[in-house]
């Protein structure tokens, strides 16, 4: 599913669990995983050299974030977002205020905070470095497909593709036209 062309490009893992992708792409990858029974298996799986791990979950401001970890598949939690005062409050922290390298491909699968990730990320998505986003959009917790796309078209995207649909689960590619 995910496409990665070479050493040389950067990967962003968002929402990496125990890094499936995040292990399996070349290039210099930063994987983003906030629950912390999947951090040790994650880091296990980046021991390549050429990833890292960055222990947050990313949303639109730098706070802290409520998330439910009641989702649990193949063994490894899954957080959600959850309301104030519900489940486990995580760092959150906006994607513009890290201090990384552009990616040029992303990965998101972030359980419904896919909106909250991509607006506080809008520098780095709209930048010319980052020409393709993966993104698993789950409908089924009050996130539109639709202001998926047009946020991402604001950010300079063009080509979207539905891979794949499972429920009220859809899997996206976006992609800007090259220069």
Same mark, same amino acid.
Not at 69 to 80: E, K, W
């Given at each position: 599913?995910?496409? !990665?062309?070479?050493?040389?490009?950067? !990967?962003?893992?968002?929402?990496?669990?125990?890094?499936?992708?995040?292990?399996?792409?070349?290039?210099?990858?930063?994987? #983003?995983?906030?629950?912390?029974?999947?951090?040790?298996? &994650?880091?296990?799986?980046?021991?390549?050299?050429?990833?890292?791990?960055?222990?947050?979950?990313?949303? $639109?401001?730098?706070?802290?974030?409520?998330?439910?970890?009641?989702?649990? @598949?193949?063994?490894?939690?899954?957080?959600?977002?959850?309301?104030?005062?519900?489940?486990?409050?995580?760092?959150?922290?906006?994607?513009? $205020?890290?201090? &990384?390298?552009?990616?040029?491909?992303?990965?998101? $699968?972030?359980?419904?905070?896919?909106?909250?990730?991509?607006?506080?990320? =809008?520098?780095? !998505?709209?930048?010319?470095?980052?020409? @393709?986003?993966?993104?698993?959009?789950?409908?089924? =917790?009050?996130?539109?497909?639709?202001?998926?796309?047009?946020?991402?078209?604001?950010?300079? #995207?063009?080509?979207?593709?539905?891979?794949?649909? @499972?429920?009220?689960?859809?899997?996206? @590619?976006?992609?800007?036209?090259?220069?």
């Amino acid at each position: 599913m995910v496409q !990665f062309t070479g050493e040389d490009d950067v !990967f962003y893992d968002i929402g990496a669990n125990v890094g499936v992708f995040a292990a399996a792409v070349q290039g210099k990858t930063y994987a #983003f995983e906030p629950v912390p029974a999947n951090i040790i298996a &994650l880091t296990q799986n980046l021991r390549s050299g050429h990833g890292q791990l960055i222990g947050t979950a990313l949303s $639109d401001t730098t706070n802290l974030l409520w998330m439910n970890m009641a989702d649990i @598949r193949n063994g490894s939690p899954t957080a959600a977002p959850g309301e104030v005062n519900e489940g486990v409050a995580l760092a959150g922290m906006a994607l513009d $205020d890290l201090d &990384l390298p552009a990616p040029s491909v992303a990965k998101i $699968d972030v359980e419904g905070a896919e909106l909250s990730v991509l607006q506080g990320g =809008k520098e780095t !998505f709209s930048g010319d470095a980052c020409q @393709r986003l993966y993104i698993e959009v789950h409908e089924g =917790k009050g996130i539109k497909y639709d202001d998926i796309e047009a946020l991402l078209t604001d950010y300079g #995207f063009t080509a979207f593709e539905i891979l794949d649909e @499972r429920g009220e689960e859809l899997f996206v @590619r976006a992609e800007k036209q090259s220069q």
